[in-house]
Antibody, heavy 132, light 107 residues
Framework: QVRLQESGPGLVKPSQTLSLTCSVA??????????WSWVRQPAGKGLEWVGL???????RYNPSLESRVTVSTDTSKNQLSLNLSSVTAADTAVYYCARGASRALRCSLSGCLYYHYAMDVWGQGTTVTVSS | QSVLTQPPSVSGAPGQRVTISCTGDSANIGAPFDVHWYQHLPGTAPKLLIYGNNNRPSGVPDRFSGSKSGTAASLAISDLQAEDEGDYYC???????FGGGTKLTVL
């Protein structure tokens, strides 16, 4: 059974880069056709998808964060990573990593349209505060 | 602003039945893509509640059920219990974007 565990600094200064890691246990991050996602919840607000990476290596980002977000995997460490640059207080949130299966429906030169199965495995979340 | 619209809040007394709607459009739910539902209780990680419109993962009580029609989906919770109080989110399988979320209050 796959388990996910987020880790990273709990406090980040404004304008700096937030870096989080999600360690994957009980399975390989490269096996199967999955997407590995980052989701956050600012205090008092709803869940917000941040970004994801498919098993193919293709990434997708929330348009509202796209200019600042990078999601990647480190296969040697079986980890998922999130980098969010130029952070502000608005980036203060609980950050979750999650896994779901995916299936490419059709592909073109501009990319693939995927069917996203539900995210059935979640980490426990890690709280990040942006403050000086 | 989410492309999936949910009511901000619903409430019900213990034992009652409540429904939470999730309205999309012809590009997502009506395309037709399936809808997934998540439960997010205070202090815990989100939990998959319903997948593929009306399927319950192992361990989810049958008090929870999902349905879909046209460009909308619904989550129904029967025999409401105090521990059901929390936030509920829908997601269309065309993307990973969540609905705005619905806060369920058990009176």
């Amino acid at each position: 059974q796959v388990r996910l565990q987020e880790s990273g600094p709990g406090l980040v200064k404004p304008s700096q880069t937030l870096s989080l890691t999600c360690s994957v246990a009980g399975g390989s991050i490269t096996s199967g056709k999955y997407y590995w996602s980052w989701v956050r919840q600012p205090a008092g607000k709803g869940l917000e998808w941040v970004g994801l990476i498919y098993s193919s290596g293709t990434t997708r980002y929330n348009p509202s964060l796209e200019s600042r977000v990078t999601v990647s995997t480190d296969t040697s460490k079986n980890q998922l990573s999130l980098n969010l640059s130029s952070v502000t207080a608005a980036d203060t949130a609980v950050y979750y990593c999650a896994r779901g299966a995916s299936r490419a429906l059709r592909c073109s030169l501009s990319g693939c349209l995927y069917y996203h199965y539900a995210m059935d495995v979640w980490g426990q979340g890690t709280t990040v505060t942006v403050s000086s | 602003q989410s492309v999936l619209t949910q009511p901000p809040s619903v409430s019900g007394a213990p034992g009652q039945r409540v429904t939470i709607s999730c309205t999309g459009d012809s590009a997502n739910i009506g395309a037709p893509f399936d809808v997934h539902w998540y439960q997010h209780l205070p202090g815990t990680a989100p939990k998959l509640l319903i997948y593929g419109n009306n399927n319950r993962p192992s361990g989810v009580p049958d008090r929870f059920s999902g349905s879909k029609s046209g460009t909308a989906a619904s989550l129904a919770i029967s025999d409401l219990q105090a521990e059901d109080e929390g936030d509920y989110y829908c997601q269309s399988s065309d993307s990973v974007i969540f609905g705005g979320g619905t806060k369920l209050t058990v009176l």
